[in-house]
Every structure is written in C-alpha cells, then in structure tokens.
C-alpha cells in the first residue's frame, strides 16, 4: 500500500489552544503568581524537584500555564530549563550546614538537640477546612502579624546551623560502620546518557528527579512484597541550605573567597536498614545499612522513598525487580514516563493503517480458503 | 571584609544596603558592564551521608552580571530572577576587587545588618524551637 501525507489540521490545532485557554480562564477569576507562590508550596516543592531545577517562580508560572497538572508543569520547567547555559558547579553541600526548620527521627525518642517537629501535616486530623473557603487576604495578613510579634521565650538558643546528625552519632556509638570521603567527580545523566551498570552518582540524580508517585510506589512496592528492606527513619531534616560557587574569575578555591547565591530548601531522609551478616564461625549479628534521599523542597515521601530504593539499587537482589537499575531508573521519570504514554494520543495513522492492512489481508485469507473448503 | 561574608549580607540583607553601596560607586567612577544581568543555572553538587559519595542533585535558576572598574572585573550572582540585585553586586564586587577606598568605609555598614540579619535568624529560630518535642519519659529507654 501506498503512504499519503495528510494536512489540513492547522486550524483545528489554532483553536484548540485558543479552546485550553479558555479552559484556563472561563471561570473569570485568574491564579496569580504570587497566590500561586504564596498558597501552593507542597505543588511548587514538588514541581522544582521532578523539575530539577529550582526556582519557586519559575515553578509558579509553570504550574499556572499548565493549570495546575503536575506532569505538563514539570515539563515546561524542563523544557525551559533546556534553553539556559549552565553557568557554575556548586560548592559541594553537605546537609550539617542546613538551616533546620524540622528534624525527627523514628528510630530513637532522644536524639542530640531532640525532635523538631517544624510544619507538618503529620499531625493534623485530615478534615476539610470549611473556614477556607470565607479566608480572605486581610485575615491571613492579620494572622501572620500577631504570629510574628509574639515573643518566645529564649530558653532553648540551640543554633539551627550544624545540628547534630544522627548518623554522626551512631558512628560515634560505632553502630554503623564510618566511611571516608569519597571525592571522585560525578557523572551527570543531564550530559551523558545512562548506560547500565550505572555508577551511584548516577543513580542518586536520576531518583532525586523522579516523580514523586513513582519513586513512592517503587518503594511502597518493596516494604509490601518485592523487596527484603524494613526500613526505619533514621533522621528526616526538612531546612534551608545555603549555595556558594568558587571563584570563577581568579579560580580561587579558598572558603572564604566564594560568591553566596542565597538558599533552597531541602528535604533530606537517612534510612536505616538492619542488615544481617554473617561473622566468623557462623555466628549472625545485626548490621544497620543506610539508604540516603534528599530533594528539592519538602517532599517528605519522596525523600524516604528515595532512600529505600537507594538501598535496593546498591544492593541489587535479583529475586526483586525493585533491585533492578534499568526496571527503576528507566521508568521514575516523569517527562520520559508521562511523555512516552501521552504519544500514544498522538497520530498513529500510518503505523495503525499499516496494521489493520495485516489484519484484513488475513482475514480476506481465511474467508478465501474457508470458501474453498466448503466447495 | 571576605567575598563569602560580604555576599551573605548583601544576599540576605536589605535590599536598600546593597543598592546603596552599588550607588555610591557608579555615581563617581566608570563602570563598564561587561556582561548585562543575565538568568543561568549553576548546578548543585551534594555530599551524600550513606557512602560520603558526591552526586548532582538539581539545578538552581540564578541571574549573574559581571562589571569592571579600573580594568578590574565583578561579578554579582544571585539565585532567581533579579537584574537588579545582579549588577549592584558585581560593582560592590569590582569596587573591592579594584580595592577602593568606599569598602574601608562599608564594612561597619555591613557588620550592622549582619547583626541585624543575626536577630531575625534568632527570633525565627525561637519560634522553629517552639515545636520541639518534650516527651516525657515512661521508661527507660
């Protein structure tokens, strides 16, 4: 059979973005920036982190262009993302120099410097907030000025900069095994293509970028029945973390000679993993493995997680295909994920017409060959 | 004063400081603007805590600008989008590069916000601490 090309969509496609736009604002009332950023924070959080690029205001934009779909928004944060130059490399950050606004832990009640519980839902009773609907701006200003003016009594003037790490602690206590520095440079999956087996750099970027519902799933999927990991929260910190950049005019590496660029903030999950190993003379003792999350904003799930397939990817069980690099890696992200399943929609004339030709050639076969045999 | 504490204050700080400082320089020498403000990524390298291992976790949208005064070059970076705050930097930045005397005369104007930036992070910090948790032990344990 022969193939045609086909025309003739162009103003049908015209209008219907004239028709998502309309969708957009039919109602008569607009979600502004601003609003945006002031009252969608758990969306914004998660958009920069499966985004990868973090920029509240971007993510804002993005969120009200797509109308608030979490899935179109992250890609048109990709999207735009791939149209700036990388300028600079971070100093490396390292998460004793967050600012804390929150630091729990569930495997131990008494941690160094206690339980800080910041904002958090954990605790809330789940039921609609009528009271919402009647909130106006003036209110919530109100309510933010008597909040602020309320003066706490100094009796706790522990520093939020360098808290102690649980982990640090067990390390002291010599629970968990301590490590050195590892200071080989990363690989970068936003330069180079992933090629299986992946290196630990890569598989930590590529699941910090994954989409929340897939990372969460993957792991709700190893505690449930596909995986050997009952793990515990070692510590969860949720704070802002300070970025430097070097030098870059002189290439001076000195501390104090580096630019601040400002904050972001950060959720990050140490997982705790009993292990069981075997000692000599086969005697069995119970180790504690880590598995590490951490994201753009405060995206507890993710962040946990994130540390849970850690773990299953660094010790690469074949019973389970949660220990599978390319079965994780290759399916938590979102542009690739929901980009791949939405071009489904997308015209397939050629490829389908090419089948149903298969098909009715077959079934014009058979209709021949059973009216041959009734002869 | 070092460029990490100075940029902490200007970044962290009143805005005014910084347009001040920035003002006080273009008003009596010749700042050529070598690179308009203009936006970027710098990509964020982390420091794991599992195996102490380095990854990239993400990139962050930053504005950079770059001046020079007397044949000496600025730069002024800043996360998000701020055109403004970019270039005020890079000429505070050329101004201490270039070593003029208008940074003698800064730095007690920079300790003063410091301390005042030092306040807010307490007053903040006192409120973060309110949802500490104090349990009350039912064993030993």
């Known amino acids: 059979m022969a193939y045609v090309a086909v025309r003739g969509g162009t103003i049908a496609i015209e209008e219907s973005i004239k028709r998502l736009k309309f969708e957009r604002v039919k109602k008569g009332a607009i979600a502004t920036i601003p609003s945006i950023e002031g009252g969608m924070r758990g969306l914004i959080d998660q958009v920069m982190s499966e985004g990868s690029l973090y920029s509240e205001t971007l993510a804002a934009i993005a969120i009200k262009q797509a109308e608030g779909n979490p899935e179109e928004a992250v890609f048109l944060l990709r999207a735009y993302r791939s149209t700036l130059p990388r300028k600079h490399y971070s100093r490396t950050i390292q998460s004793e120099d967050m600012l804390i606004e929150r630091r729990i832990s569930a495997s131990f009640k008494n941690i160094p410097g206690g339980q800080v519980l910041g904002a958090t839902p954990d605790y809330t009773h789940r039921l609609l907030d009528f009271d919402l609907i009647q909130e106006t701006e003036e209110e919530a200003r109100q309510w933010l000025s008597d909040f602020q003016e309320i003066q706490e009594k100094e009796s706790d003037l522990r520093d939020l900069i360098q808290y102690p790490k649980v982990l640090d602690y067990l390390r002291k206590e010599g629970l968990i095994a301590d490590c050195d520095n590892q200071d080989q440079e990363p690989d970068d999956v936003t330069r180079k293509s992933l090629e299986f087996p992946t290196s630990r750099s890569q598989r930590l970027q590529v699941l910090t970028r994954g989409q929340t519902g ?24 949720v704070g802002e973390m300070p970025i430097y950049i070097d030098n870059p005019i002189n290439q001076k590496t000195e501390e104090d000679d580096a630019y601040y660029l400002g904050e972001m903030k950060l959720t990050e999950v140490e997982m705790l993993i009993p292990v069981t190993v075997e000692k000599e003379r086969g005697k069995k003792e119970i180790e504690f493995e880590i598995g590490y999350g951490i994201c753009f904003g405060q995206n507890e799930t993710k962040a946990i997680a994130m540390g849970i397939l850690d773990n299953c990817l660094e010790n690469k069980n074949p019973q389970y295909p949660t220990s599978d690099e390319e079965f994780v890696l290759f399916h938590i992200d979102s542009v690739e994920s929901s980009g791949f399943i939405s071009h489904l929609k997308m015209p397939h004339y050629v490829t389908f017409q090419s089948k ?13 060959s059973q009216k041959e045999s009734n002869l | 004063m070092k460029r990490k ?124 601490l309110k949802t500490k948790v104090s349990f009350e032990t039912m064993d030993d344990e």
């Open chain 1, 356 to 368: 149903l030709d298969s098909a009715r050639k077959t079934k014009r076969q058979e209709n021949a």
């Open chain 2, 5 to 128: 504490r100075r940029t902490e204050i200007l970044i962290n700080g009143s805005k005014e400081l910084a347009a001040q400082l920035a003002d006080e320089i273009i008003h009596h020498y010749d700042v050529e603007t070598i690179e308009e403000p203009n936006n970027g990524l710098v990509m964020v390298k982390v420091r794991e805590t599992a195996k102490k291992s380095m990854f990239y976790m993400g990139e962050v949208f930053v504005t950079e600008c770059k001046v020079q005064i007397n044949g000496s070059i600025g730069l002024g970076i800043v996360k998000s989008h701020d055109h403004e705050l970019a270039y005020q930097l890079a000429v505070i930045d050329a101004a201490y590069n270039v070593g003029l005397q208008e940074t003698s005369e800064w730095t007690s104007r920079l300790l003063g916000e410091e301390e005042r930036i030092v306040e807010q992070r307490k007053t903040a910090q006192s409120k973060v």
């Open chain 1, 214 to 237: 897939a990372v969460t799933s993957l792991a709700y999927a190893v505690i449930r029945a596909y995986g050997s990991v009952h793990p515990t929260v070692g510590e969860l910190r």
